[in-house]
């Protein structure tokens, strides 16, 4: 089993629609981000968590970490947020220990006009 | 202010080469990481460079080495290509080390490795 699993893989949504993409990890982490990677390779940082709820726009991240849980989500979603989204968890940083990221496998976002 | 520059973008091998990438992290970030994604797949972690020292370490076999300049760019090195090295290699700069939270990740666009 991988440390990082998101679900679903594969997303398709017609525009407008409120889209959820989870991410559930099996480690301890000190953050979370959320990437999104457009056709090509090019990644951007959209959010990067410890705790709680943040906002950016249309775009909403919320984290549980008693559950080991994280959640994107898209409102009023357009065709330009058509991309991969990873997330990725950072963990066993402490002491003289820097951490390493360990990422999942993405979900692929296709939003229809 | 550039973002994070990553040379070549492209770049054809074959088996049993070695390699050299290249990654120019944004002004005043010191922290520089490396990562490989295989087509389909989520990037994994290979290296991560603070400071000009290796901070970090994924499991990737020691065909692999990387170091940090005084000026804070990058290069990750690969010797004896295998074909299961064609991959995107990508590579990220921050402010600090990874281990303070706060601080977030800047991706390059990518070197796309083909070995033959």
């Known amino acids: 089993k991988n440390e990082v699993e998101q679900s679903p893989q594969n997303l398709t949504a017609q525009e407008g629609e409120f889209i959820t993409i989870n991410c559930s990890y099996s480690v301890g982490i000190s953050a979370l981000h959320w990437l999104q990677q457009h056709p090509g390779g090019g990644i951007v940082s959209l959010f990067m968590l410890s705790s709680g709820k943040k906002k950016h726009g249309r775009l909403i991240a919320t984290i549980n970490i008693q559950e080991k849980h994280s959640s994107l989500h898209i409102t009023a979603s357009h065709p330009r947020d058509s991309a991969v989204y990873i997330c990725a968890v950072l ?20 939003v229809h006009p | 202010d550039a973002g994070v520059t990553q040379s070549p973008t492209h770049l054809i091998k074959t088996r049993g080469q070695q390699v050299t990438l290249r990654c120019s992290p944004i002004s005043g970030h010191k922290s520089v990481s490396w990562y490989q994604q295989v087509l389909g797949q989520g990037p994994q ?18 065909r692999f080495s990387a170091r940090q300049f005084p000026n804070y760019s990058s290069e990750l090195n690969v010797n004896a ?30 070197t796309q490795l083909s070995v033959l």
């Open chain 2, 45 to 62: 972690f290979i290296f991560q460079y603070y400071e000009k020292e290796e901070r970090g370490r994924g499991n990737f076999p020691d």
């Open chain 1, 91 to 110: 963990s066993g940083a402490g002491g003289t220990s820097y951490g390493k990221l360990t990422f999942g496998q993405g979900t692929i976002l296709t």
């Open chain 2, 81 to 110: 290509l295998l074909l299961g090295d064609s991959a995107l290699y990508l590579c990220a700069s921050s402010l600090r080390f990874l281990d303070r939270s706060k601080y977030l990740l800047f991706f390059g666009s990518g």
